[in-house]
């Protein structure tokens, strides 16, 4: 976590286009930052909600660019981000079902967001259908990480610690979803 003492003299001297690099790599807490900074009239907060969006669309598109032109590097060196064969494999059987669902939860629980991202350009998912439904989460997650910026930003280090968390919850939970699903098929 970067200190809020070292990353507020930067985004106030250099603004958005500081702000747009550092929202593609670490986008929620730098959001929460931002509209902190907003709110104590050094931003204006409606650009700052643009600039993390499209910083985090930006992301988005880089990831599933990745996977969808370099498929076969990430099939060779994606175990580091947990993508193995047999994971792209139960991927490609949910993901043909239920596209958004994957793409969804892939966005909004930290932790495994880029391997989901990655894989969903692996799979090929349609670029429009992509686009529409990142651009549609990232709408929501970034409204409510520029509110909770604005209005609560003082609490800078207990919102770090809740979104850690937030994020060790949502991977528990997705561990424990996938072992019932592989509990139920195997006992069928």
């Known amino acids: 976590m970067p200190p809020l003492s070292a990353l507020s003299p930067l985004i106030t001297s250099y603004g958005y286009f500081l702000l747009f690099p550092l929202a593609v790599v670490e986008g929620p807490i730098v959001t929460v930052i931002a509209a902190l900074l907003a709110s104590q009239g050094y931003l204006n907060v409606f650009f700052v909600y643009l600039t993390v969006v499209a910083a985090d669309l930006a992301g988005d598109l880089l990831f599933y660019s ?75 997650q970034c409204a409510v990480f520029t509110l909770i910026g604005y209005f609560l930003g003082g609490a800078y280090a207990t919102v770090h610690t809740y979104l850690n968390v937030l994020a060790a919850f949502g991977v528990v939970a997705a561990v424990l979803v996938a072992a019932g699903v592989f509990i139920y098929k195997k006992s069928q």
Do not use: Q
């Open 66 to 140: 990745l996977g969808r032109w370099n498929a076969s590097l990430v099939r060779r060196h994606g175990h580091w981000i947990g993508l193995t064969e047999e994971r792209l494999a139960k991927a490609d059987v949910y993901h043909s079902k239920h596209r958004r669902k994957f793409l969804v939860f892939s966005k909004t629980v930290h932790g495994i967001g880029v391997a989901g991202l990655v894989t969903a350009g692996i799979l090929k998912m349609p670029y429009w259908k992509y686009f529409r439904t990142c651009l549609w989460v990232s709408l929501v």
